[in-house]
């Protein structure tokens, strides 16, 4: 008798090695496993009642992906019966940016200290300046969008972007005062390699006058030629 998708589930955890997810996800079912042969992906189409916690599929995801490393490049689909709301959708903005971490220098520069807060029916994200809130409208928000299909969200996700003109001046005032810390730290570097140096002639110095003396006592010309007493 062929097992069904909720008892496949099960099978895949245990064979994971996270049996501690059969007792949060009891209602998921593994109901597809589509192998892409020419990219040598395989996508996992799991179906739950609901968005699980952050913790969970965030193990869930990273043993499958340890788990077929050899075989095949993984990822997963999330099919929801019930949506998350907002609160759900603000506790994933961490995961969903950490997915993207190997993004162009621009999505990371934009959305590095950016923390969505939720106002009434929006998530609200405020930018230091409009060049990265553009960037955010244009570029930035429709890969973030793509992330959070991928986990289900068939919803439409109230994102508003704003830019706040004080968060900048405290961004040029951090970044100078991060600049004049590291001006500090090599200033302070290079005068400890000149005392370094300095110190290193002098005990050269020193070794050579010492060489010179012992070897006049012994008699020896400075040549290194051994002198016959008489």
């Known amino acids: 008798m062929a097992l069904s998708a909720k008892e496949q589930f099960q099978v895949l955890l245990k064979q994971l090695e996270i049996e501690e997810l059969q007792t949060t996800l009891t209602e998921t079912a593994l109901s597809e496993v589509i192998v892409h042969e020419t990219s040598h992906i395989w996508q ?20 499958l ?19 998350p709301n907002l ?11 950490q997915q993207h971490q190997n993004e162009s220098g621009a999505f990371r520069n934009a959305f590095n200290h950016v923390m969505p807060a939720l106002v009434d029916t929006e998530i609200r994200l405020t930018f230091d300046s409009e060049i990265w809130a553009k960037y955010a409208r244009d570029s930035g928000l429709p890969i973030i969008l793509q992330t ?8 439409q996700i109230p994102f ?10 405290q961004s040029m ?8 810390a590291e001006d500090r730290q090599l200033a302070a570097h290079a005068q400890n390699q000149i005392q370094e140096q300095a ?32």
């Open 44 to 63: 996992f189409v799991f179906q739950m009642p609901a968005l699980p916690s952050v913790r969970d599929l965030a193990l869930l995801t990273q043993r």
């Open 65 to 83: 992906q340890i788990a077929f490393s050899q075989i095949a490049q993984v990822t997963f689909q999330l099919e929801l019966t019930d949506q």
């Open 87 to 97: 609160s759900q959708i603000v506790d994933y903005w961490a995961w969903v940016l």
């Open 148 to 155: 959070y299909q991928q986990l289900g969200v068939r919803r």
């Open 160 to 169: 508003t972007i704003t830019v706040d003109a004080d968060l900048h001046a």
């Open 173 to 180: 005032a951090q970044m100078r005062e991060k600049r004049a």
């Open 199 to 230: 110190k290193a002639r002098e005990d050269n110095e020193l070794k050579t006058a010492k060489a010179t003396v012992t070897a006049k006592q012994m008699g020896n010309p400075l040549n290194g030629n051994v002198a016959i007493p008489r």
